[in-house]
Nanobody
């Protein structure tokens, strides 16, 4: 199993950038996919982006062009580069892993807070 731990959140002004990191306890290459999600207060959890074991990326339409997911297998780390941040991006950001043969993401980190000020 791959247990994710997020870091890199913080306070940033609108228009700024942040790079979130997701360090995994196991080899991320042993997971089918790693994904990033977020949840804002009073809203449901939202899918942002994912990257499979062989590097195929998928993005939510609303994030395409602003957010970029990448992985470094040697460091067992997945990144989410976020640019042109807006106050509506304020949320807790979660990293999750999905095992081969599983339909859903089944290991989740505790999240990292991102706050975008106007």
């Amino acid at each position: 199993q791959v247990q994710p731990v997020e870091s890199g959140g913080g306070l940033v002004q609108a228009g700024g950038s942040l790079r979130l990191s997701c360090a995994a306890s196991g080899r991320i290459s042993s997971s089918y996919a790693m994904g990033w999600f977020r949840q804002a207060p009073g809203k449901e959890r939202e899918f942002l982006a994912s990257i499979t074991w062989n590097g195929i990326t998928t993005y939510a339409d609303s994030m395409r062009g602003r957010f970029t997911i990448a992985r470094d297998n040697a460091k067992n780390t997945v990144y989410l580069q976020m640019n042109s941040l807006i106050p509506e991006d304020t949320a807790i950001y979660y990293c999750a892993s999905r095992r081969f043969g599983k339909p859903d993401y089944d290991f989740w980190g505790q999240g990292t807070q991102v706050t975008v000020s106007s």
